[in-house]
């Protein structure tokens, strides 16, 4: 037996158009016209990319810093010593350490969303992978979160910064900020991530990468974007 749509569900259905592409702001305007959800939903992004997610060398991984941020507020865990470390502290991280901070991760202490390394730390995080990696936290330098500049890193992680990784589909997805934010504010929070994704084209990718771009929110119907609409 099929099961029965929601009053919600059945109202967001009767305003989808199916196989149109919409311009970014048709889009977000429509997503903030519909039955909201009982509390404050992000808008979500999902880029089909042109790449084979088989090989290895076409792995896209990445950062990107979002101009009006995510609107979540983000605890940072840092691990460095010295001078890094005052300057951690003093670039807003929430928790600054080293083999003190390791026994707590291997305690299951984990109150934090990031975590960042400065390179003479990485001996002390290395023996934390199997606690991290699961949880998409262990430092990379790919993104950004095995440098020298800690400081930099902490405020970029503090002020909207994403990471994005393309999935066994070959699709990256991400959040760009929340409902309630104004339309041209996520619009240019999607071109500053789709910049830093179109710089990430592995080189043996062939044809069109970014193929499809989709929009969403927590609880919403997907919306194709014409990515003419969108300046990256």
Partial sequence: MAQQLSKRQQVIQKQMVPGK????????????????????????????????????????????????????????????????ADAAVAA??????????????????????????????????????Q?????????NPKVGTVTMDVATAVKNAKGGQVRFRSDKNGII??????LNFDANALKENLEALMENLRKTKPSSSKGIYLRKITLSTTMGPGLVIDQASLTF
């Fill in 131 to 139: 606690v991290l990696g699961p949880r998409g936290l262990m430092p």
């Fill in 21 to 84: 592409v919409y311009s970014f702001l048709e889009a977000i305007q429509l997503l903030k016209q519909l039955p909201p959800a009982k509390f404050l939903e992000s808008v979500d992004i999902s880029v089909n990319l042109g790449i084979d997610a088989k090989k290895s060398d076409q792995a896209v991984r990445g950062a990107s810093v979002l101009p009006h941020g995510t609107g979540k507020t983000v605890r940072v865990a840092v691990f460095t010593q010295g001078a890094n």
């Fill in 173 to 178: 997805h991400c959040s760009i900020g929340k």
């Fill in 92 to 129: 807003g991280a929430d928790i600054v350490g080293m083999d003190d901070l390791a026994q707590k991760v291997q305690a299951g202490e984990m109150d934090f969303d990031v975590v960042i390394a400065s390179p003479d730390a990485m001996g002390v995080v290395g023996r934390l992978g």
